[in-house]
């Protein structure tokens, strides 16, 4: 279906992003492999499924300029993109200082600004985003900001033939939730209908559906792989 499509993955070395890099080598993609700070594993990960990885902070513009030429220059084109960087952070609001706020929109919301540059693209937003979460306003903040940037983006580049749309996910097995104990998780997926926390993969299908010719009619949307946590 996607024959020797290209895909960019923003924060790609691991989580998310890099269960997405397998899922798109799976479906026949050529795809780059974005980190920032996790050369060796996005490196293991790039030999794994023949891809290659490219270091940028997507806070950056320089450096996600460079990044976007430099596959530019390789492979002569890219058809998708998915903005999935991101960082995460729980303080009590009034804790918060202006540099952990800029960080956090720094790398959410203009890691997307900077990237967005292809036929396809999918942002990676989250359920804090859609219903706000204690303890994470500048996260959450960010996220709202990242759905808001979808639907306005699909609205100017739809008469140009290009898809924007966001994945939301729900709490999801990666080392974001680090820092969450053994009996939070099973509190959370007690509180999930599906009764689960999710899985990286969970999302990278959302995130491969919404990329793919079977959606080639949506666009502006937010699928939400969260197991009814936020509905
Ligand atoms: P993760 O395991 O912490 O991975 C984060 C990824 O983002 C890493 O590949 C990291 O790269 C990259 N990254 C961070 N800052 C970056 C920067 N400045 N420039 C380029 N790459 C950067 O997180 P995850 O759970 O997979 O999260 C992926 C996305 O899903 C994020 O946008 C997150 O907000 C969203 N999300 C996650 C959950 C969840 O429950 N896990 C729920 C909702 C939404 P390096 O390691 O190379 O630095």
Redesign the pocket.
Known sequence: MMEQKVVLI?????????ATARRFAAGGCKVVI??????A??EALAAEIGGWAVQ????DPVQVGRMVDNVLDKYCQLDILIC?????QQKLFGDLTDDDWRRMF???VD?VFHAVRAGRIVT?????GQVGGSCEVA?SAA?AAVIGLTRALAKELGPSGITVNCV??????????AHLDREALAALAEETPLGAI?T?ED?AEAIWYLSSDAARFVTGQVLAPNGGLVI
């Not at 923003?10 to 890099?18: E, N, Q, Y």
């Open positions: 923003t924060g790609g070395s691991r989580g998310i992003g890099a974005n980190y920032h700070r996790s050369q594993q996005a940028a902070d997507v806070a999935n960087a991101g960082i995460a720094a790398v959410n890691g990676v937003s989250s359920m804090w996260y996220k939301s996910p729900g709490v999801i097995s990666t080392e974001m939730n999710g990286p999302v």
